[in-house]
């Protein structure tokens, strides 16, 4: 499979934005946390919305 087919499948679920403001220091060191983890921040905040969801089932 071609990196753009892998591409695709991965943004094929992904079809709407969530939109947030949040204090510019708290997302620097979030996304510095993340770098250093070797996540990105998208991953772990999907991860999260998965977790809270599953919680609260």
């Known amino acids: 499979m071609s990196d753009k087919s892998k591409s695709k499948n991965k943004n094929k679920n992904k079809d709407s934005q969530l939109v947030i403001r949040i204090n510019k220091?708290?997302?620097?060191?979030f996304v510095s946390l993340c770098d250093e983890l070797d996540t990105s921040?998208?991953?772990?905040?999907?991860?999260?919305?998965r977790d809270f969801i599953n919680q609260h089932d």
């Open 25 to 29: 220091k708290e997302r620097d060191e």
């Open 41 to 49: 921040a998208a991953r772990e905040i999907r991860r999260f919305i």
